[in-house]
């Protein structure tokens, strides 16, 4: 009964046609990744092990199913296996908390804001280039505007209003209403 759910499981992955990392030279033995998905390895070697799962997919796709499997076969919610992972990572990088999660991912939505404004401020203090400084914070300016969301799927609705209005369709106020 396990193995015929662990074939299908097997089957589903390799008809998925996922073309697998390769494996690189400095790879750990597959004992130690064994070692190391199961909790067994302390210290520094448990350390190095992991950073190097970090860093090399090939390892990182064993050990990953190593722990897919021992979840399906404890019979426990992949939800814990994920937790169990994220914890592990976190021990790793102790010195990683939410917090600087959060602030990198506040920077990465604001990087083009910031850089326009920076080259705004810059261009009234470097007077020689004021007029390239203006025109580098009107193009990350333009940057940042054009990669929100909102505005892409406001470009798109205009998009397809055009589309629309030269098919010679209903208007969209009889559509609104149709559709209310």
Known sequence: METEKLNNILKDYFSAKIKLPEKSSDCPP???????????????????????????????ELVEGAFLYSAYAKEIKLEDVSARMKKRAKSLNPAY???EHKFMSYLKKKIWFILSLTSFIASFFV??????FLALAIILGLKWVFNKET????????NAWKKHDKEGKEDLDEIF???L
Do not use: D, W
């Open 151 to 158: 505005t892409r799927t406001l470009i798109m609705v205009y």
């Open 177 to 179: 209403k149709n559709r």
């Open 127 to 132: 007077p020689r280039y004021f007029l390239q």
């Open 30 to 60: 597959l004992e130690t990744l064994a070692r190391y998905a199961s909790g067994g390895l302390h210290g520094q070697e448990s350390y190095n092990v992991g950073n190097h799962v970090k860093r090399c997919a090939f390892c990182s």
């Open 97 to 99: 908390t939410e917090k």
